[in-house]
């Protein structure tokens, strides 16, 4: 089992920043992905971000590519997703989530709030 806890939400106007954590615990994380998804009022959860925790590579959805970073801190168990530029169309609960290597996402936090207003 893996345990995830986002936190790092709120409301911002239109151009502001936010950076979402999501501390891990429970198995040694190193053979997984972590990945940042969102999901929007009235719509399906999508795809933001991912990165491996061995080796650090990074993915992003075209919709967050250069105004968004993920990262990771060993030390801490915890993943970063620093969002810059922020717009109305990035309102959503984002969940963070865990994959091994190969396989799908199983594991999942209960989602912290963005809210950004024009």
């Known amino acids: 089992q893996v345990q995830l806890v986002e936190s790092g939400g709120g409301s911002v106007q239109a151009g502001g920043s936010l950076r979402l954590s999501c501390a891990a615990s429970?198995?040694?994380?190193?053979?997984?992905?972590m990945g940042w998804f969102r999901q929007a009022p009235g719509r399906g959860r999508e795809f933001v971000a991912s990165?491996?925790?061995?080796?650090?590579?990074?993915s992003y959805a075209d919709s967050v590519k250069g105004r968004s970073t993920v990262s990771r801190d060993n030390a801490k168990n915890t993943v970063y997703l620093q969002m810059d530029g922020l717009q109305p169309e990035d309102t959503a609960i984002y969940y963070c989530?865990?994959?091994?290597?190969?396989?799908?996402?199983?594991?999942w936090g209960l989602g912290t709030q963005v809210t950004v207003s024009s």
């Open positions: 989530a865990a994959a091994l290597t190969g396989g799908t996402f199983e594991y």
């Open positions: 429970g198995r040694t994380l190193s053979r997984y992905v």
């Open positions: 990165i491996r925790w061995s080796g650090g590579s990074t």
